[in-house]
């Protein structure tokens, strides 16, 4: 399904990070990895630090026994990266975001905006919060109905559980039923599970068809912290969500559930774009 | 990768760093990448909104639409009092928001507590230089600089260990001292060796390390994350609340609806009938209600203080009423944590009492000890005292320690050098695994033997006795090192070999008074108690077993950190109530598993990490003696003696208090009828106004509230705590609506309308003739109005002090406060009779001791009425 990765690297760690996981990524998909730096002409330190990634990533991926090439060229990365998308075939992109980015609303002219909307491969937009450990131990991928890609979804999350031998839980979010009398009604989580939504379970398959058995965790509420405090109270240490684009409308009165999980996460978290 | 599982040169490499530190720059760089190193305030629903919120929900929005009816009532018909009645439902409204707001704010204090516990500054190395920053300023690859007595500003991995110790205790709730090292290290990131945590102190020793996590990214900030974030949703009686609105709100609106096309076919015209219907809703709405319920849970919290239980969060006086389950600590809460030395087992039993291996014993137990006495007062580890006191009670021993090897969690032991006796011994105390596996020799009748395996075997056993008997167990050993022992470049392995073994002590932790009888109490009210416990298996079954427990096979934290919550859910199904050697990150998992499945928890934690559990339960309980500033504020009830026979009190309390609420709102309901019927009369049959306005006003929020705060104090009926914890929704059914509405409801209105025409008839009115508002014999007619339904409340109070016991049974003096609520409310009604200032702010006016007495009957039949359908409930067990 993958067969052309690409890692955009830049001064900031995080990227290095996002790379890294790009490069697990590919020895479980064997497919070529290109490692891509755009130098934007920030300056001498900013080039030698991403150069001295891009040497610790070429090193780490010939280690892994992935085949990989390293790009470095001058320009602006929203000009260049859309060009070698096109150029290499690439299936799927990750790149990094920073923390002055997700503090942005909807992140607005940013690199990983632009770059999400616009290129016609998967996209990965990783937020690294935690340096030192990027080998997940416990992935939390929270799911919705209505998902489309469910193959692509599913290839995704097996292939990163797989690569770090992680454990994974589907969490689904539920509203809790309301009656006029009683309000809210809690279900227990076997009455849950018999509510999960049809393309759910067609995830969950698709998912377990990849190989992987994945803890199937159901709970209600949509709030904003939902996500976060569950990856707080299983100590996940990734969270994969699938990216959303909502009416301007939902998003300034509701907000964005990624978005803001995004900005308020505590640990390392993957947006994916099909 | 595991950071904890590379060599220290490996994690600097993963993290892009070195020995020598981050360049300034890079460090810089990094700051701005992660952010600052910082406990963020959770970013929750803002100030103005929560404020907002206390008046959107569901009975404010009733009273505001009730309000807006006055007003509009006031509009179309001016003069009748109507925009008073409107202003008086918006000040109930305000004055409740307020009260409510003002309660929540332990969210926040919990958080600013935990954001304390980290230092403000912290010794760096960058580029080789060594220096101070903000801590705030810490960035991943830093090389923090640790020394005794600092506290650790984030997460980080040793690269050099000088004999460092770090107190866990804020992550792990274990007090004891943890050995660090920079060596890489296996298992669990948590429980690894080489790893220092932020928000801990370095207790002894010093290091370096480098940071991996900052800010909320550290295991401190996802506690401040949870604390912040867990919600343990409405409380049970909140959904009570809004459940017992929306039925009144469902009964006015059909009500109102129902007389409004009566109304219309009558040929009243629209707006008239329109009018009428909003009179109707408004006489159906209980103003009192909300204030009513606020003061009663206040007066509930006072009553909660006297019995040792200090009410934060006002709900949880009732929700405690309602707790399926209590997730209770062992030592301190269970147990008085005040050890006692109870039993010693020594290899020479034959001569037990004055072998030299239970004088050594003792000897050890006072050496290897870091409890103090001080003009016959002893301070330290309750543990440590307890062998102090029995040793110094045996013997005086006078030495000088010249060395030690600390206690520390994971080898289990500490070891002395002393003076003692002309001569210099190692003296050893610890678990008895990690001493026997020290130990080659032991003294049988004054003589040194090899501690061969059937001696091995048989402390073993003896141990285990003592475990199965509660008591804490723990081994002694020591060795002569001769007088020429020199300090030198000693170690812990040279010292601790060839030991002598000198025997097993068993301390007891006595249980709390009352502490059986409040765990029966809790079986027979079919409350599940669950023992979480740091304490070995052995021990804690034995304790749950003398607490009177119906001891299931202990689970350990160890199993639990294996298990999925599917599976934590069916061992808790099949009835598990003991979890051993747990540490509170495994509570809060319980206690989420627990309410998952709908259970209503209280939980005990003193701890720091405690703090996401106690917020996650329906109501956390801190322990006010020895707990953290942080569980304080996370909880709803802090202890003030720390006992769990206190929390069952509570529970007897909660659950008194529930009843009288289901009392009074019983009561609320009985007089609605009377407000509404004379009203429907008014309307459909165009007699003098029955009821004023402000007469309504003196009833809901007047001549009620006192009897009905009085039926909140209620004693707590007998077998109150022999009763299941009841069933949700529970507060108002088809049995109270019809009691309240329809049986008292009736009574009192026919009674009321009787005087209503005495007055009217004995006025010389007839049927047909219309009167003003403000013709006297108008008003004396609604002052009858008012005063028949004060007295009906008089009977109706009495009535419902029970729903199945007679008020003579119960004694009409039982309850002080309610005769002294009815004694105000016939003063106030008299103020409003006979008063001249009343009758002018009221548009009363006096009238005859007749109406009085005329009012008796109905208020005996009323009584009458409700003592038979006791009887009948009593008979049939409904």
Not at chain 2, 158 to 181: C, F, H, Q, Y
Not at chain 2, 613 to 627: E, N, R, T
Not at chain 2, 676 to 699: G, S
Not at chain 2, 770 to 794: C, D, Y
């Amino acid at each position: 399904m993958y067969n052309n990765v690409l890692a955009a690297i830049n001064e900031f760690t995080n990227s290095e990070v996002a790379a890294a996981f790009a490069v697990t990524f590919s020895r479980v998909c064997g497919a070529r990895l290109i490692l891509y730096y755009a130098d934007e002409g920030k300056g001498k330190d900013a080039a030698s630090h991403a150069e001295a990634a891009l040497e610790r990533l070429f090193a780490h991926a010939v280690y892994e026994g992935v085949e990989v090439e390293r790009i470095v060229e001058k320009g602006s990365p929203f000009d260049k990266i859309p060009r070698q998308v096109s150029a290499n075939s690439i299936d799927i992109m990750f790149m990094a975001t920073r923390h002055e980015d997700a503090s942005r609303r909807f992140f607005t002219r940013t690199l990983p905006r632009e770059l999400m909307l616009s290129l016609p491969c998967s996209v990965v937009l990783a937020r690294i919060v935690k340096f030192g450990m990027p080998a997940p131990h416990h992935i939390l991928a929270p799911i919705r109905g209505f998902l489309s890609d469910v193959d692509k979804r599913a290839f995704f999350l097996a292939a990163l559980t797989r690569g770090f031998g992680s454990k994974l839980t589907l969490f689904h979010m539920q509203e809790p039923l309301i009656s006029f009398f009683h309000g809210e009604i809690s279900l227990a989580p076997a009455q849950r599970e018999e509510r999960l939504p049809q393309d759910v379970r067609t995830y969950i398959r698709a998912v377990e068809a990849q190989g992987v058995t994945p803890f199937v965790r159901t709970a209600h509420g949509a709030g904003r912290w939902s996500v976060v405090t569950e990856s707080a109270l299983h100590r996940n240490d990734l969270i994969i969500m699938g990216a959303s684009q909502r009416g301007l409308l939902r998003e300034i009165v509701s907000g964005n559930p990624v978005e803001q999980t995004l900005r308020d996460t505590i640990c390392n978290m993957f947006v994916f774009r099909p | 990768m595991k950071i904890h599982a590379l060599t220290a040169d490996e994690a600097l490499r993963a993290l892009i760093s070195s020995r020598e530190g981050l360049p300034e720059k890079e460090a810089l760089r990094r700051l701005a990448e992660y952010g600052p190193n910082e406990i963020r305030k959770v970013r929750g629903k803002p100030l103005y909104l929560r404020f907002v919120a206390q008046f959107t929900h569901f009975l404010a929005v009733l009273l505001w639409v009730a309000a807006a009816f006055c007003f509009l009532a006031e509009y179309f018909r001016p003069g009748e009092g109507m925009a008073s009645l409107g202003l008086a439902i918006i000040a109930v409204i305000v004055l409740n928001a307020v009260f409510t707001f003002v309660q929540e704010y332990r969210a926040e204090k919990a958080v600013e507590a935990l954001r304390k516990l980290l230092p403000y500054n912290v010794k760096v190395r960058r580029n080789g230089v060594r220096r101070e920053v903000p801590s705030s300023e810490v960035a991943p690859g830093d090389i923090i600089l640790l020394a005794e007595g600092d506290k650790v500003p984030s997460d980080a991995r040793l690269i050099k260990s000088n004999g460092l110790m770090v107190n866990n205790a804020p992550l792990t709730g274990e007090s004891d001292a943890k050995a660090r090292v920079a060596e890489p290290a296996e298992g669990e990131f948590m429980d690894s060796p080489n790893i220092v945590f932020a928000g801990t102190l370095v207790v002894r020793g010093g290091g370096d390390a480098v940071v991996f996590a900052t800010g909320m990214s550290t295991e401190f900030g996802r506690i401040a994350q949870l604390t912040g974030t867990v919600n343990p949703g409405l409380s049970p009686l909140q959904r009570e609340i809004i459940k017992v609105t929306r039925i009144i709100a469902v009964i006015s609106g059909c009500v109102g609806i129902f007389f409004f096309g009566l109304g219309l076919a009558a040929g009243m015209g629209f707006w008239h009938t329109f009018l009428f219907m909003i009179g109707i809703i408004i006489a159906n709405v209980p103003e009192g209600l909300l204030p009513t319920l606020t003061l009663a849970l206040a007066m509930g919290s006072q009553m909660m203080a006297r019995k040792k239980a200090l009410i934060k969060t006002l709900s949880a006086v009732e929700t405690l009423g309602s707790v399926t389950v209590i997730c209770t600590d062992k030592t301190g809460t269970l147990t008085e944590n005040s050890m006692e030395l109870k039993r010693v087992w020594t290899p020479d039993s034959g001569n037990a009492a004055q072998g030299k291996g239970r004088r050594m014993l003792m000897v050890a137990a006072v050496l290897a000890n870091d409890a103090v006495c001080e003009g016959g007062r002893f301070s330290g580890d309750p543990t440590e005292v307890a062998l102090l006191r029995a040793g110094l009670r045996e013997a005086q021993i006078k030495s000088r320690r010249l060395f030690e090897v600390p206690f520390d969690a994971d080898r289990k032991r500490m070891t002395v050098v002393c003076e003692f006796k002309g001569s210099v011994y190692a003296f050893m105390k610890g678990a008895p695994e990690t001493v026997m596996a020290v130990c080659s020799r032991t003294s049988v009748s004054d003589a040194l033997v090899p501690f061969d395996a059937r001696l091995r075997s048989e402390a073993a056993k003896a141990g285990e006795r003592m475990m199965d008997e509660g008591l804490r167990v723990l081994s002694f050993a020591y060795r002569e090192l001769g007088s020429d022992w020199q300090r030198g470049s000693v170690s812990g392995e040279s010292l601790e070999k060839e030991m002598v073994f000198s025997g097993i002590a068993g301390l007891e932790d006595p249980l709390r008074d009352g502490v059986p009888e409040a765990v029966g109490k809790c079986r027979n009210a079919g409350i599940r108690v669950i023992m979480i416990t740091g304490d070995a298996a052995r021990t804690a079954s034995s304790v749950a077993k003398l607490a009177g427990f119906s001891v299931s096979a202990p689970v350990q934290g160890s199993e639990v950190e294996k298990m999925t919550d599917a599976e934590l859910r069916d061992r808790l199904a099949q009835g598990a109530v003991i979890f051993a050697r747990m540490t509170p990150r495994h509570k809060m998992r319980v206690v989420s598993v627990l309410k998952d499945e709908g259970e209503r928890v209280a939980v005990t934690g003193d701890g720091v990490n405690d703090a996401p559990a106690l917020k996650k339960a329906d109501v956390g309980i801190a322990m006010g003696v020895v707990g953290t500033d942080v569980a304080r504020e996370a909880a709803d009830v802090v202890l003030l003696d720390d006992n769990f026979a206190t929390i069952v009190s509570a529970v007897e309390e909660g659950r008194a208090i529930f009843d009288n609420i289901k009392k009074f709102v019983t009561y609320i309901l009985a007089h609605l009828t009377p407000e509404a019927v004379p009203y429907v009369m008014f309307a459909l049959f165009k007699i003098p106004l029955p009821l004023t306005v402000m007469q309504i006003l003196a009833i809901d929020l007047g001549t009620e509230t006192l009897p009905a705060l009085a039926l909140g104090v209620e004693r707590p009926e007998s077998g109150i705590m022999k009763r299941p914890p009841r069933q949700r929704g529970g507060l108002i059914d088809s049995a109270v609506l019809f009691r309240g509405y329809i049986s008292m409801g009736i009574i009192s209105a026919v009674g009321v309308l009787t005087a209503y025409f005495y007055v009217l008839y004995g006025g010389g009115w007839r049927w047909g003739v219309t009167l003003s508002a403000n013709n006297p014999l108008a008003r004396q007619a609604a002052t009858a109005t008012f005063l028949g339904i004060v007295i009906m409340q008089v009977a109706t109070v009495l009535a419902c002090r029970s729903s199945v016991v007679s008020v003579f049974r119960m004694g009409l003096f039982s309850n002080r406060l309610v005769l002294a609520g009815i004694v105000l409310e016939l003063l106030l009604a008299a103020f409003i009779v006979y008063h001249p200032f009343g009758n002018r702010i009221f548009g009363s006016a006096p009238i005859g001791m007749d109406v009085w007495l005329l009012m008796v009957p109905f208020a005996v039949v009323l009584l009458s009425v409700e003592e038979a359908r006791k009887y009948l409930a009593r008979k049939t067990g409904a």
